[in-house]
């Protein structure tokens, strides 16, 4: 696939910045500042965040667990920002649109990947 790499430096980008900008919602106005909502929606960007960046790790060194993982990846981060972003507009747009778009990239760029593949294992 030759958008493998790109894919994978995006994915470690992206994911680094979700789970950064997670934390700092999460310490910030939900520790420091005892707000709630804040705190669960940080933690949940933070595990986003994680996610995507795992998803990018396994895509840069071609694991056999990279689908499965950017399966997971798109199944946790498309519901969180469509919370955090859309419902209760607590992230920004930017970071919204990448939450939901970039995981469902991930996970259809496996999908073609795995059936345009044929491998012998002769």
Do not use: C, D
Request: glycine share 14%; charged share 10%.
């Amino acid at each position: 696939m030759r958008a493998q790499m790109p894919l994978a430096l995006f994915a470690l980008v992206f994911g680094t910045l979700e789970a950064v900008g997670g934390a700092q919602e999460m310490i910030y106005l939900g520790i420091l500042n005892s707000e709630t909502y804040p705190l669960v929606a940080g933690a949940l960007g933070v595990l986003t965040g994680g996610l995507l960046l795992a998803a990018g790790i396994t895509l840069l060194i071609g694991s056999l667990h990279a689908a499965v993982l950017a399966q997971a990846t798109a199944w946790i981060s498309v519901p969180v920002f469509i919370l955090t972003g859309i419902v209760t507009r607590r992230a920004g747009w930017p970071i919204t649109a990448v939450g939901i778009l970039f995981p469902l990239l991930l996970l259809f760029g496996q999908k073609s990947r795995g059936a345009g593949e044929t491998v012998s294992k002769t």
